[in-house]
């Protein structure tokens, strides 16, 4: 291997690697190869979390915090959540882009499900949809997979059931181990290609993995899922000051760094020493 070759990132939007496609992710759950997924919400930060080799990108309902500011996930619109994922899909490089369908846009029945996954899928070029729900939306499975539009499943903690749930709070502990593998069987058998295990016993998501053919990704979910996903602010620590959840790694300070360009910005202007004169006509 040569040099150059050595620093060249196997994987990532600079290097003519094919697009990453379900049955990839599939062939790695053969191989017991682990992957990667990370939210996005833009195209800039999709190229530079695709350029680092994460081979999916999650357009998350989690945009209704992390972007809109709103205080609760189920406030966010498909309008919304479309935009956002045509930016992404623009700078996604070979990544795999999943788009979440938000909270109203697909409960109400299998034709409402199947209208607003077409729309997202039409406007935005998201090649997967993801929904909320274990055994209780099967049939929206079925629709969607009849109509050609590969889902990915969400179930244990479910973001837009914050309320019903009553909080944030770890599922699938002791008797509900077997609610939630039944869940996660029932999703597979309806045609799910992939299931996000959020919050649940490190155990029990190790076991329902083991359990069934599709890929499982975990969040909150222990080391044995056969992928993981992290919204990206938590890796990053954007902004400083936010919550970070205890399953979540910094592996960066962007939210600090940013602070302080932009203090140090301010402070050169207020100064006078910025623009210099190599930033003049
Ligand atoms: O909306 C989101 O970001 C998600 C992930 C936390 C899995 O659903």
Same mark, same amino acid.
């Given at each position: 291997?040569?040099?150059?070759?050595?620093?060249?990132?196997?994987?990532?939007?600079?290097?003519?690697?094919?697009?990453?496609? !379900?049955?990839?992710?599939?062939a790695k759950k053969a191989t017991g190869d682990k992957w990667a997924m990370l939210t996005?919400?833009?195209?800039?930060? @999709?190229?530079?979390?695709?350029?680092?080799?994460?081979?999916?990108?999650?357009?998350? %309902?989690?945009?209704?915090?992390?972007?809109? =500011?709103?205080?609760?996930?189920?406030?966010?619109? *498909?309008? #919304?959540?479309?935009?956002?994922?045509?930016?992404?899909?623009?700078?996604? =490089?070979?990544?795999?882009? &999943?788009?979440?369908?938000?909270?109203?846009?697909? #409960?109400?029945? %299998?034709?409402?499900?199947?209208?607003?996954?077409?729309?997202?899928?039409?406007?935005?070029? @998201?090649?997967?949809? $993801? &929904?909320?729900?274990?055994?209780? &939306?099967?049939?929206? !499975?079925?629709? *969607?997979?009849?109509a050609g539009i590969p889902v990915c499943a969400h179930i244990g903690f479910t973001p837009?059931?914050?309320?019903?749930?009553?909080?944030? $709070?770890?599922?699938?502990?002791?008797?509900?181990? %077997?609610?939630?593998?039944?869940?996660?069987?029932?999703?597979?058998?309806?045609?799910?290609?992939?299931?996000?295990l959020e919050m649940v016993p490190a155990e029990v998501a190790a076991r329902a993995t083991?359990?069934?053919? !599709?890929?499982?990704?975990? &969040?909150?979910?222990?080391?044995?899922?056969?992928?993981?996903?992290?919204?990206?602010?938590? !890796?990053?620590?954007?902004?400083?000051? =936010?919550?970070?959840? +205890?399953?979540? +790694?910094?592996?960066?300070?962007?939210?600090? %760094? *940013?602070?302080?360009?932009?203090?140090?910005?301010?402070?050169?202007?207020?100064?006078?020493?910025?623009?210099?004169?190599?930033?003049?006509?």
């Amino acid at each position: 291997m040569s040099a150059s070759s050595a620093a060249t990132p196997a994987t990532g939007y600079l290097t003519p690697t094919r697009q990453v496609r !379900i049955a990839d992710l599939r062939a790695k759950k053969a191989t017991g190869d682990k992957w990667a997924m990370l939210t996005a919400y833009d195209y800039s930060t @999709a190229r530079a979390l695709s350029q680092g080799g994460v081979e999916c990108l999650l357009v998350g %309902d989690s945009a209704a915090n992390v972007v809109f =500011g709103y205080s609760q996930t189920q406030q966010i619109s *498909l309008d #919304e959540m479309i935009y956002l994922a045509a930016a992404v899909v623009r700078g996604a =490089g070979n990544a795999l882009v &999943i788009a979440d369908l938000p909270f109203g846009t697909y #409960e109400a029945s %299998d034709e409402q499900a199947v209208l607003s996954a077409s729309e997202m899928m039409r406007r935005s070029g @998201a090649a997967m949809v $993801k &929904i909320e729900g274990g055994v209780r &939306i099967v049939p929206r !499975i079925r629709a *969607l997979v009849a109509a050609g539009i590969p889902v990915c499943a969400h179930i244990g903690f479910t973001p837009q059931s914050v309320n019903a749930l009553s909080g944030f $709070k770890v599922q699938g502990r002791g008797d509900a181990a %077997d609610r939630l593998l039944a869940d996660i069987h029932a999703v597979a058998d309806a045609g799910a290609d992939m299931v996000v295990l959020e919050m649940v016993p490190a155990e029990v998501a190790a076991r329902a993995t083991a359990e069934v053919e !599709i890929s499982t990704v975990g &969040i909150g979910a222990g080391p044995d899922t056969d992928a993981q996903v992290l919204v990206w602010h938590d !890796i990053a620590a954007f902004p400083a000051d =936010g919550h970070r959840p +205890k399953f979540a +790694k910094q592996w960066a300070q962007v939210g600090a %760094d *940013l602070t302080a360009a932009a203090a140090s910005y301010r402070r050169e202007v207020a100064e006078g020493t910025f623009p210099a004169q190599e930033h003049c006509f």
